[in-house]
């Protein structure tokens, strides 16, 4: 089984509506990063989380850690077709470390 | 600056035959990673390297060799295709300062 578990796999939304991503850790976090990839290109970075209870934004994109639950959630608020793509949680398993895990992603389709 | 770039885009190689993935950075990172990208299985580290002369395996080295040829460019050796290493290669560097990685565009290997 994955050691970095997303859901949902896939998610289909009206432009306009908010939406949640999970990452869910079988292991110590010492870092959780979210990804995004657009179909067919290289991954582009959102953010990173270390602390627990760490929020972030990035324009209409919000992350956030619960350490305890060894969680991050992302959600998109307003959804709009630039949004979609795959989005990817990684982690780190070592403290400083460079090595990351990935999950296998959420692919996010936003219609008109 | 151009950023991470991968060549070739796309390639299609027979059982056996070898072949090299090439990368190179503009941007003066000193780490450099290789990854595959399969469905299901999400995004897996091959090797890494943390700067110019080392290199570090990651979670799914084995068929694979990499050369770290000077701080610019690190490339991914096939020495026996298999079609198990059907993928999509993506190569990524960072700085030392900060979490981003910066990955490239992909390879698109096919082996038959």
């Known amino acids: 089984s994955q050691e970095l578990e997303q859901s949902p796999q896939s998610l289909i939304v009206q432009e306009g509506k908010n939406l949640t991503i999970n990452c869910t850790s079988s292991?110590?976090?010492?870092?959780l990063y979210w990804y995004k990839q657009k179909y067919g290109e290289g991954l582009i970075f959102l953010m990173m989380l270390q602390k627990g209870g760490e929020e972030k934004s990035h324009e209409k994109i919000t992350a956030k850690l619960d350490e305890k639950k060894q969680q991050s959630s992302l959600h998109i608020t307003a959804s709009q077709p630039s949004h979609a793509g795959i989005y990817l949680c990684?982690?780190?398993?070592?403290?400083?470390?460079?090595?990351?895990?990935f999950g296998t992603g959420t692919r996010l389709q936003v219609f008109p | 600056n151009a950023g991470v770039t991968q060549t070739p885009k796309f390639q299609v190689l027979k059982t056996g035959q070898s072949m090299t993935l090439q990368c190179a950075q503009d941007m003066n990172h000193n780490s450099m990673y290789w990854y595959r990208q399969d469905p299901g299985m999400g995004l897996r580290l091959i090797y890494y390297?943390?700067?110019?002369?080392?290199?570090d395996k990651g979670e799914v080295p084995n068929g694979y060799n990499v050369s770290r040829l000077n701080k610019r460019e690190f490339s991914l050796r096939l020495e026996s295709a298999a079609p198990s290493q059907t993928s999509v290669y993506f190569c990524?560097?960072?700085?030392?300062?900060?979490?981003?990685?910066?990955f490239g565009p992909g390879t698109r290997l096919t082996v038959t």
């Open positions: 990684g982690a780190a398993r070592k403290y400083n470390t460079d090595k990351l895990i």
């Open positions: 990524a560097s960072k700085r030392i300062e900060g979490p981003e990685q910066y």
């Open positions: 390297s943390a700067s110019e002369g080392t290199t």
């Open positions: 292991k110590t976090l010492y870092g």
